[in-house]
């Protein structure tokens, strides 16, 4: 099947959405994905040299570098006999298969074979939408992004990131990492942080991909913090935070492997005034740990839990609204005769 046959199927191209009073989806239910931004790999791991390959949605992608130096993520296998392109080589900015040396160019179509046979107008790749943020190389689930990553308060060239990876996966969707910012009792309860006043419900900043609200208050530390956190997608939290007085920036995205599997990255930054590269890299490093204890506590959880949105209270104003917005999120899967 060809792309455009692909953009013709309303199952796989077309946004699904789901009625109200119907439980909020688990990825991969029915076939489909959240259209969503994920993390694929880190941008180190992307080359002009080697082409490699990760787990992504239900099924396999490559990640590589062209000639000019930007990042693609394509589908895996091979459409002459279904070889994994991962095990291939990086041939003057192309990709190609080890099987029978068909190459693959940054459009994902093939552009040659040894052979003097013509090219198959089918001999073509999924390419996902692609781009590279926080030192991380995204995919999008679909053909055309309906929103964009954010961007801190501060440019990216004023800003020092540092980028850490869990090692092992977590057996959830993203999404359901992602309930915890709505989820205000948890703030309190599990991480142990003090939000001043009552729980901000109505100055939560809503719109068809994310969800933002601020609050001050006191870390479990007892350092003063006053937080902008959020939800970006179905696979991010975002954080811009006054901490004791210094400023830095969090996010932490959620790739998805597989259905109900994800990998959690950490990644923070500092503005490149705050200090010498040294000052800087030694604060940085005490916000990941700040930071990583956090997460901690979210995935001793998820290591376990039974996720079903159930009996909520009044509390769970926000988090009930999560839900709504986890119902009407667009779904598809527009890659899935190339990527299996």
Same mark, same amino acid.
Request: with cysteine; glycine share 8%; proline share 8%.
């Given at each position: 099947?060809?792309?455009?046959?692909?953009?013709?199927?309303?199952?796989?191209?077309?946004?699904?959405?789901?009625?109200?009073?119907?439980? *909020?989806?688990?990825?991969?239910?029915?076939?489909?994905?959240?259209?969503?931004? @994920?993390?694929?790999?880190? #941008?180190?791991?992307?080359?002009? #040299?080697?082409?490699?390959?990760?787990?992504?949605?239900?099924?396999?992608?490559?990640?590589?570098?062209?000639?000019?130096?930007?990042?693609?993520?394509? #589908?895996?296998?091979?459409?002459?006999?279904?070889?994994?392109?991962?095990?291939?080589?990086?041939?003057?900015?192309?990709?190609?298969?080890?099987?029978?040396?068909?190459?693959?160019?940054?459009?994902?179509?093939?552009?040659?074979?040894?052979?003097?046979?013509?090219?198959?107008?089918?001999? !073509?790749?999924?390419?996902?939408?692609?781009?590279?943020?926080?030192?991380? *190389?995204?995919?999008?689930?679909?053909?055309?992004?309906?929103?964009?990553?954010?961007?801190?308060?501060?440019?990216?060239?004023?800003?020092?990131?540092?980028?850490? +990876?869990?090692?092992?996966?977590?057996?959830?969707?993203?999404?359901?990492?992602?309930? /915890?910012?709505?989820?205000?009792?948890?703030?309190?309860?599990?991480?142990?942080?003090?939000?001043?006043?009552? /729980?901000?419900?109505?100055? *939560?900043?809503?719109?068809?991909?994310?969800?933002?609200?601020?609050?001050?208050?006191?870390?479990?530390?007892?350092?003063?913090? /006053?937080?902008?956190?959020?939800?970006?997608?179905?696979?991010?939290?975002?954080?811009?935070? /006054?901490?004791?007085?210094?400023?830095?920036?969090? *996010?932490?995205?959620?790739?998805?492997?597989?259905?109900? !599997?994800?990998?959690?990255?950490?990644?923070?930054?500092?503005?490149?005034?705050?200090? +010498?590269?040294?000052?800087?890299?030694? @604060?940085?490093?005490?916000?990941?740990?700040?930071? +990583?204890?956090?997460?901690?506590?979210?995935?001793?959880?998820?290591?376990?839990?039974?996720?079903?949105?159930? +009996?909520?209270?009044?509390?769970?104003?926000?988090?009930?609204?999560?839900?709504?917005?986890?119902?009407?999120?667009?779904?598809?899967?527009?890659?899935?005769?190339?990527?299996?």
């Amino acid at each position: 099947m060809s792309l455009d046959d692909v953009s013709k199927s309303r199952r796989l191209d077309q946004p699904v959405k789901r009625p109200l009073s119907q439980p *909020v989806p688990f990825e991969g239910e029915d076939g489909l994905f959240t259209q969503s931004w @994920y993390p694929i790999c880190l #941008s180190s791991a992307a080359t002009s #040299s080697f082409v490699r390959g990760f787990d992504f949605l239900d099924g396999r992608v490559i990640v590589f570098r062209d000639k000019e130096g930007k990042a693609h993520v394509m #589908s895996a296998y091979c459409p002459h006999l279904g070889a994994d392109l991962s095990v291939g080589d990086m041939v003057d900015g192309q990709v190609r298969c080890v099987f029978h040396h068909w190459r693959y160019g940054a459009d994902g179509r093939c552009s040659g074979m040894p052979s003097s046979d013509p090219i198959p107008p089918t001999a !073509r790749l999924f390419e996902f939408p692609t781009c590279e943020k926080y030192g991380l *190389v995204w995919a999008y689930n679909g053909t055309d992004p309906h929103y964009q990553l954010p961007d801190f308060p501060y440019p990216d060239d004023e800003l020092v990131f540092k980028i850490k +990876t869990f090692g092992e996966e977590i057996p959830t969707d993203p999404w359901i990492l992602c309930a /915890n910012t709505p989820d205000m009792q948890h703030i309190r309860y599990l991480h142990g942080i003090v939000i001043n006043g009552d /729980n901000p419900h109505d100055a *939560v900043e809503w719109t068809d991909h994310s969800m933002f609200y601020e609050f001050e208050g006191t870390h479990v530390t007892g350092d003063p913090v /006053n937080h902008r956190i959020g939800i970006v997608g179905t696979s991010m939290y975002f954080q811009s935070t /006054n901490f004791a007085g210094r400023w830095f920036g969090f *996010v932490s995205p959620f790739s998805l492997n597989r259905p109900s !599997r994800s990998t959690v990255f950490i990644v923070v930054c500092a503005r490149k005034d705050m200090g +010498t590269p040294e000052e800087i890299d030694e @604060y940085l490093e005490f916000v990941a740990e700040l930071e +990583t204890r956090v997460v901690l506590d979210d995935l001793v959880n998820m290591q376990t839990i039974h996720f079903k949105p159930g +009996t909520l209270t009044r509390s769970d104003k926000t988090l009930a609204r999560f839900f709504d917005y986890m119902r009407d999120f667009p779904r598809a899967h527009p890659s899935a005769d190339f990527i299996r």
